[in-house]
């Protein structure tokens, strides 16, 4: 079998524990794998590199910022490297030059079109393990990219699948702080279960919408190609969480498999904008020509010809977007333009909602019962998203992890009532 090993930031934070992973990975080939390390930098080395730039100014180039910020990543390759080597076994750390991660050029936010992975493919015959670092790529140009923050999930799960046409049995582990996936943030719920098994889509779903404990596209790059992802800690032998494809008994079991929450959000709000396609579309196009994510977007009727439109970003694409509208408003004669910083996001998250009504509702009533206002909603087939106050996210979490029982106590309880 071939397993691509991702180690995150913590998991090879000092020398210790770069040793205990490179043990890992030794132990993991010695039982008759082949296997390929993906590593992160070493835990609070990105964003030290970020503060370093920002202290520097408050709009760094981003193209230089990428060549500061994926330094982290070749630090850890080499260090990882070494200690397998000290193990007596062969490893060689891999750049994304050396292995051609080729991504397009939006630095910062970079999305990989191909990897090479005849060499890797070369490297792992000869039973050397490689040792790749995650979150970096090159574009066309020769020019150093980034993946987005939490990007390492992403180049592993792109390794796996590049090794696809070569290899058939892969599969990819996240070696992370957490001993798997949770029903919400272990650090916002400490009373949140493990979850055995999850979906690609709910944990798509979970990503999106904030649980960073796997970067979003690396959930669904490894739901096209069908990789099975295991998430897991360095720390213990515990047996962590599989995603992978829905089964029927995934459906039938629980309704809400999960809360997420997001806190980088912001919000803007336009008033008075004539309610005419044309210019609505004028407005959506200004802002993705400047390459930024919108998330929600609501609409009230439309007044005398005139509409509000609401729309959420991420904080770090605020201040580009209210100045984006703020021109709009201008041009078009709009009565006003709102920002607000201090908006976070909470989610409900099922694949069992598909076949459950009344959510939404038990959603909403228990926020409104503990004083959080709704400021924004929207669903998919397995989520329901509310945009409420900042300051009422953790508590928002906690609220909706009462309300659909999904504790470790809860369940214990609910078993025993289905048995008794
Ligand atoms: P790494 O550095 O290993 O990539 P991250 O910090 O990116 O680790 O991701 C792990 C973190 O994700 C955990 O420490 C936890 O706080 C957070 N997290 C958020 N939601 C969840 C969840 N549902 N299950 C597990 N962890 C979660
Ligand atoms: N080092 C990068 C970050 O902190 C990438 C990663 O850890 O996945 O975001
Ligand atoms: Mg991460």
């Known amino acids: 079998m071939l397993i691509v090993q991702k180690y995150g930031g913590t998991s090879v934070g000092d020398i210790e524990r770069i040793k205990n992973v490179a043990k890992r990975i030794v132990e993991t080939k010695r039982a008759g794998n082949d296997v390929v390390a993906v590593v992160s930098a070493m835990a609070g080395e990105t964003d030290r590199l970020i503060n370093l730039a920002y202290k520097l100014t408050p709009d760094p180039d981003l193209r ?22 000290s193990l007596g076994y062969k490893a060689v750390s891999l750049q994304n030059h050396q292995i051609k991660i080729v991504t397009d050029s939006s630095f910062t936010k970079a999305r990989i079109r191909k990897i090479d992975a005849y060499k890797l493919n070369a490297l792992l015959d000869q039973g050397i393990i490689p040792v790749i670092a995650g979150f970096q790529g090159i574009d066309e140009e020769g020019n150093i990219t980034t993946l987005g923050r939490g990007g390492s999930d992403t180049t592993a799960v792109a390794i796996a699948a590049s ?9 990819c582990e996240i070696y992370t702080d957490v001993d798997g996936v949770y029903t919400a943030d272990p650090n916002i719920v400490p ?11 709910e944990m798509l779903e979970l990503a999106v919408s904030g649980a960073k404990v796997l970067q979003a596209r690396s959930v669904g790059l490894a739901m096209k190609y069908n990789i099975p992802l295991y998430v897991k800690s360095s720390f213990t032998d515990s047996e962590g969480t599989l995603i992978t ?20 959000q912001a919000k803007i709000t336009l008033l008075g904008i004539p309610d005419d396609p044309m210019v609505i579309i004028e407005l959506f196009k200004a802002i993705a020509d400047a390459n930024i994510v919108i998330d929600m977007i609501t609409q009230t009727s439309s007044v005398e ?19 984006i509208s703020k021109d709009f ?12 910083l201090n908006v976070g996001k909470v989610s409900v998250i099922g694949i069992g909602m598909v076949s459950h009504a009344g959510i939404a509702s038990r959603m909403f009533t228990a926020l409104a019962r503990s004083g ?10 397995i989520k329901i998203s509310c945009i409420i106050k900042e300051s009422d996210v953790e508590k928002a979490v906690k609220v909706l992890h009462e309300e659909f029982k999904l504790s470790e106590t809860e369940q214990r309880s609910q078993r025993s009532k289905i048995k008794n």
């Open 305 to 323: 010809g005139l509409t509000d439109i609401g729309f959420t970003v991420s904080k770090p694409d605020f201040k580009k977007a209210f100045e």
């Open 163 to 171: 090794l696809m046409d070569y290899r058939n049995d892969i599969i």
């Open 372 to 381: 959080i206002k709704v400021q924004m909603i929207s669903t998919s087939e």
């Open 64 to 85: 230089e910022l990428d060549v500061l910020i994926s330094t982290g990543e070749q630090v850890s390759t080499a260090l990882v490297a070494m200690a397998i080597i």
């Open 329 to 340: 408003a201008k041009k078009n004669g709009l009565r006003n333009v709102e920002g607000d």
């Open 191 to 201: 009373d949140a279960k493990k979850l055995d098994e999850i979906s690609y889509e």
């Open 245 to 264: 494809k829905e089964t029927q008994k995934m459906i039938e079991e629980v309704v809400v498999r999960g809360i997420a929450s997001d806190k980088n």
